[in-house]
């Protein structure tokens, strides 16, 4: 597992992460995260000023991505972002944005009147006066949260035992990539657990400058988790943010007991699939499936530092095309593209991506995060999917 220690004097000034920051192409104030992160943080050691990487940076570690030296800039960012947050407060709609986790347990108690309220008129013009743009593509709350859903599964029961973090989005909003993900390790005879007293990972949280309320979050599903790990069980995510959040930002951020043994269990839900292909122990049984797709590596995914296990996952399926749309960022970072000051900078991020998937010609496309699906179907009107739910089908038709 990747380490990071944060000295900003492992900074060399090469000027990678500049060239390589979509948000420092798209904003012509904003410097690029070498100013933003390692430089920016020699200064922050003497002054508390806010600056354009506090205001600009979407945390989308690009420039993590591209740094030769590993140095964790948008951790660096983030970590500035909170401490001026310490002494100044933050809008309510940087706090509605980050508390995806407590809107979306009030609006599982009544999702059609919550969905009313985000998409008719009235509401977007006051959602549009707190600072949520009212162009954004919101997501809509599910009926049922994945966790209600889950209960009443019957599953078969295996001795083989995996633990899935389903996170707010899919809890919340796309229960079905869950309950894909509990099909999926049920054909390859595992029995799914849901730990119910989890926490959301922290990852809206962190970017808006929520830092200890993010702790606190880490901590807990920290302990949760480890009990489960201590058992020799596999943790699986399916949301890119949340498995970097457990994976790797907890250790770059907070001094979490438990945290490196946690991390070292946590799996995208492709990458433990490829791991049983490894072993041979893969149900390869799938059925053809003529379907064209393109697919986007979210750069939450990419960070990771573990390919695109997704892609070479889907491609096994017989039939299958799935093109690499291997375009960049699509520009929504979380919650970023949301905000009304933010949104054009997003969809200009996005453009590259958008104009690859239009000239494609290809009607749909595959990606492992929720909000990067949200952004691309909003950018070109394509239809999104998570790659797990191509392979629930070519499972089921067999
Ligand atoms: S996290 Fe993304 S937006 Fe922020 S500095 Fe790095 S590349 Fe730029
Ligand atoms: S890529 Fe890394 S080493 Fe190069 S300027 Fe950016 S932070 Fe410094």
């Known amino acids: 597992m990747k380490k990071h220690h944060y000295n900003p004097d492992d900074c060399t000034a090469c000027t990678s992460c500049v060239i390589h920051c979509p948000v420092a192409q798209a904003v012509r104030e904003f410097q690029g995260p070498k100013l933003a992160g390692p430089a920016g943080e020699r200064f922050r050691l003497m002054e508390d000023d806010w600056e354009t990487a506090l205001e600009y940076c979407s945390n989308c570690k690009n420039c993590d991505i591209s740094c030769p030296s590993r140095v964790p800039i948008s951790t660096l960012t983030m970590k500035a972002r909170a401490q001026y947050y310490k002494t100044h407060k933050q809008s309510f709609r940087d706090w509605l944005l ?99 007293e989890a926490v959301c990972c922290g990852s809206p949280l962190v970017v808006n400058g929520y830092m200890d309320e993010a702790e606190a979050n880490a901590h807990k599903n920290i302990a949760i988790l480890q009990d489960y790990v201590r058992k020799g069980y596999p943790i699986i995510t399916a949301c890119t943010s949340c498995g970097l959040m457990l994976k790797q930002e907890y250790q770059e951020l907070f001094a979490s007991k438990g945290v490196e043994q946690v991390a070292g269990r946590i799996y995208d839900i492709s990458e433990f699939l490829l791991e049983l292909y490894d072993e041979g122990l893969l149900n390869t049984n799938f059925a053809r499936q003529e379907g064209r797709y393109l697919y986007h590596a979210p750069c939450h995914l990419r960070v990771q530092g573990i390919g695109k296990p997704s892609l070479e996952l889907v491609r096994m399926i017989p039939a299958i095309e799935v093109i690499d749309a291997d375009a960049g960022c699509c520009g929504i970072s979380g919650n970023y593209g949301f905000k009304a000051e933010k949104y054009d900078i997003a969809m200009a991020v996005g453009n590259n991506l958008f104009e690859t998937i239009k000239a494609s010609g290809i009607g749909s496309v595959l990606s492992e995060c929720g909000t990067c699906r949200l952004q691309i179907a909003h950018g070109t009107g394509v239809k999104t999917e998570h790659p797990i739910a191509v392979v629930r089908s070519a499972y089921n038709q067999k």
């Open 98 to 196: 980050s508390h995806g986790e407590q809107m979306g347990k009030m609006a599982s108690l009544t999702p059609t009147l919550a969905n009313l309220g985000m998409n008719n008129i009235v509401s977007k013009a006051i959602l549009k006066n707190v600072g949520i743009s009212d162009k954004a593509p919101l997501p809509a709350y599910a009926s049922e949260s994945f966790s209600k859903q889950f209960k009443k599964i019957k599953q078969q029961p295996t001795a083989n035992k995996a633990v899935f973090y389903p996170g707010c989005f899919i809890n919340y909003n796309q229960p079905q990539v869950g309950l894909d993900v509990v099909a999926v390790l049920q054909v390859n005879n595992f029995e799914v657990i849901v730990p119910e």
